[in-house]
């Protein structure tokens, strides 16, 4: 039965997913069954196809995400990545924003090089976590790990989509970088080159200020190893730990996020961490645990998911004492979802029959991908919808004050900094959530929350 099912979810779903191994390994089974066997062969033995199938992977789950247009905080963010140009210690006056250094210096290039076409702008997000990938495979393979069980781990995080937004939302790349980087440091730290781990680890730690979690990471990964904990060896990381160190108490009386109160230390972060953990593993981690006990009635695979806990939850801890959610934002579980995905892929080869696992596999692929093509999306979409419909009105017009009423975010910068992207016009002309008397010569436009259109248009 697993076999008519595994070969169902083969046909139906690879050439969906253009998952390239998928769709040849149902080929095979189509023609003599003796042929899988030769395909896996090949498969392994092709390292440019295992990378072209990874690469794929990441298309198919993010593909969709390409015409979504800027959203919110984009418009805000290309401002400030324009203002480097001409002052490059601009974001230092708008702390943290300097702690988000290298997405800003991404943002200014890729407006350098392609001015407003977002389409681009999601690619080379696509780009980040397809490299992401390839590096998680390669850090999983340095640590000893098999290497199918690395490639099933990359392949996994290629198409999980609880931290979809890391990806799907151009203003999250301070996450995707963030994760290269680190990535970057622990494959050279492990293998020796601790220099250049430490240039990585300083760029990580202008990514995104939750960078200095490598200080958990390492020790974490060489006591998992049965290895000496702390070591002399993780001296060349002070010099970057130290300059990031002086940066935060330099801009610390102008942080917004610590002054308004966005941190809060209390017993109210676990609450976070649980309820976090729980949207993290819904669904997948659960199915996996749940076949598992099905398939081997043995408890035996569950011992050590305290320790696999304790794995997830490291990468998770920076950002449990925000306040302005109950729950850790998806993009802001990227790294942790890379730890979830090599954990799941430890337990279906481990415990799992070839059938079974190839069962699992697909279908955890299929779910995945569809989730984010008809769940995720249309969110994405209708969050960028107030800009879009804006972009699309300035642009049919010629340049004169507008009154945008009821408009769904906080932030009147959004709408102004739209206005760069229609030739003609500039923030002046916008005018946002102001008293009409405040602008009697303005055309209205009032923004339905239900339509998701502006009643004006």
């Known amino acids: 039965m697993l076999l008519r099912l595994e070969t169902f979810l083969t046909l139906v779903f690879s050439p969906r997913l253009n998952f390239l191994s998928g769709f040849l390994l149902c080929l095979c089974e189509t ?9 896996w062969i090949w498969f392994w033995r092709s390292r440019s196809l295992q990378v072209l199938a990874l690469a794929g992977l990441c298309l198919a789950a993010y593909a969709c995400c390409v015409n ?17 140009k001409s002052d490059f210690w601009t974001l230092f006056q708008s702390p943290p924003l300097n702690f988000r250094l290298t997405s800003f210096l991404v943002y200014s290039v890729l407006q350098t090089a392609f001015g407003g076409r977002y389409e681009l702008f999601y690619a080379a997000n696509i780009l980040l976590h397809f490299i992401n990938c390839l590096l998680l495979w390669k850090l999983l393979v340095v640590l000893e790990r098999d290497v199918k069980e690395a490639y099933l781990a990359a392949a996994l995080f290629a198409v999980f989509q609880a931290p979809q937004e890391a990806v ?3 203003s999250a790349m301070n996450e995707t970088l963030l994760g290269l980087f680190v990535l970057s440091a622990l494959v050279l730290w492990f293998k020796g080159r601790r220099f250049m781990a430490a240039i990585f680890f300083l760029l990580a730690l202008f990514s995104k200020e939750s960078a200095p979690i490598l200080f958990l990471l ?13 070591t002399t060896e993780m001296a060349p990381l002070a010099g970057p730990a130290a300059l990031f160190a002086a940066a935060f108490a330099w801009t610390w009386s102008g942080n917004s996020m610590i002054q308004h109160g966005i941190y809060k230390l209390g017993p109210g972060a676990l609450l976070v961490l649980g309820r976090s953990l729980h949207l993290l593993f819904r669904p997948a981690f659960y199915v996996v645990l749940a076949i598992l006990l099905a398939a081997t009635r043995s408890l035996e695979a569950f011992k050590p998911l305290t320790k696999y806990l304790v794995w997830i939850a490291v990468p998770m801890s920076p950002y449990v004492f925000l306040t302005y959610s ?11 979802s890379m730890v979830l995905a090599s954990v799941m892929a430890y337990l279906i080869l481990q415990w799992m029959r070839p059938a079974l696992q190839f069962t699992v596999i697909m279908a955890f692929i299929a779910y995945n991908v569809g989730y984010m093509w008809l769940r995720n999306d ?4 209708g969050r960028a919808a107030p800009t879009t419909q804006l972009l699309t009105f300035l642009r049919s017009r010629q340049p004169r004050p507008i009154l945008i009423e009821r408009f769904p975010y906080e932030a009147s910068d959004i709408a102004k900094d739209a206005s760069r992207f229609a030739p003609g016009w500039s923030r002046d002309d916008i005018h946002v959530n102001e008293p009409p008397d405040a602008c009697p010569d303005c055309v209205i436009l009032r923004w339905d929350e239900e339509s998701k259109t502006y009643d004006g248009l």
Do not use: C
């Open 68 to 84: 979504n247009g800027f959203i919110s905080d984009d418009f805000v963010n290309l401002r400030h990545a324009d203002a480097l």
């Open 168 to 170: 799907m939302w151009i």
């Open 218 to 230: 390492i020790p974490l990964i060489r006591w998992t190893r049965g290895e000496k904990i702390l």
């Open 378 to 381: 249309p969110q994405f979409e």
């Open 31 to 39: 023609i003599h069954p003796s042929m899988r066997t030769a395909a």
């Open 326 to 336: 109950p729950y850790i934002p998806s993009r802001q579980v990227y790294l942790a």
